[in-house]
T-cell receptor, first 115, second 112 residues
Framework: AQSVTQLDSQVPVFEEAPVELRCNYS??????LFWYVQYPNQGLQLLLK??????LVKGINGFEAEFNKSQTSFHLRKPSVHISDTAEYFC?????????????FGDGTTLTVKP | DAMVIQNPRYQVTQFGKPVTLSCSQT?????MYWYQQKSSQAPKLLFH???????NEADTPDNFQSRRPNTSFCFLDIRSPGLGDAAMYLC???????????FGDGTRLSIL
């Protein structure tokens, strides 16, 4: 079984400030890790993914995340946020053991960027 | 562009009246998922298909059924919608276990 914990349900931040959205996971098997963004009344869109290799992964819209195996974390960061980054962010882990690779999602973090 | 398309975007139905939501994909992915997402919550997996193999989540109500007539299309049938079924329904596809999911924009279902 696997689980994902997003440590902050809401993160308010001012425009051009840095932001970190925290994600911890637990799993008995190896997993792949993803961050998705969801804008109002839309589906989820992939921001970035960690499959293997370098633990620092870069994604779209200037976001990056660092995989830390010892701390079982996959925190999302952006050095300078924009108003347009206001959205819901979901961390997810995907099970390697099945062909379907079902994902377990965290409960989401609402990022609100204020002017 | 290859994509996942959900129709309709907004659906209103009456309490107890059957409703069908549709999803199509041009990605030719093996796996298709249906999720239910309520306000300010994570998507909740209802079921998924790996090719034609259907997999129901243990806590998916019997009221929810699905059909996948071919690789491109998948349908979600709610036989007797209750007020608690009002939600956003998301369809997603995936090619390989290590790949991310590709989501449609969802269908927002309202129950009168």
């Amino acid at each position: 079984a696997q689980s994902v914990t997003q440590l902050d349900s809401q993160v308010p931040v001012f425009e051009e400030a840095p932001v970190e959205l925290r994600c911890n996971y637990s799993s008995s098997v190896s997993v792949y890790l993803f961050w998705y963004v969801q804008y109002p009344n839309q589906g989820l869109q992939l921001l970035l993914k960690y499959l293997s290799g370098s633990t620092l992964v870069k994604g779209i819209n200037g976001f990056e995340a660092e995989f830390n195996k010892s701390q079982t974390s996959f925190h999302l960061r952006k050095p300078s946020v924009h108003i347009s980054d206001t959205a819901e962010y979901f961390c997810a882990v995907s099970d390697l053991n099945t062909n379907a690779g079902k994902s377990t999602f965290g409960d989401g973090t609402t990022l609100t960027v204020k002017p | 562009d290859a994509m996942v398309i959900q129709n309709p975007r907004y659906q209103v139905t009456q309490f107890g009246k059957p409703v069908t939501l549709s999803c199509s994909q041009t990605l030719n992915h093996n796996v298709m998922y249906w999720y239910q997402q309520k306000s300010s919550q994570a998507p909740k997996l209802l079921f998924h298909y790996y090719d034609k193999d259907f997999n129901n989540e243990a806590d998916t109500p019997d009221n929810f059924q699905s059909r996948r007539p071919n690789t491109s299309f998948c349908f979600l049938d709610i036989r007797s919608p209750g007020l608690g079924d009002a939600a956003m329904y998301l369809c997603a596809t995936k090619d390989r276990s290590y790949q991310p999911q590709h989501f449609g924009d969802g269908t927002r279902l309202s129950i009168l």
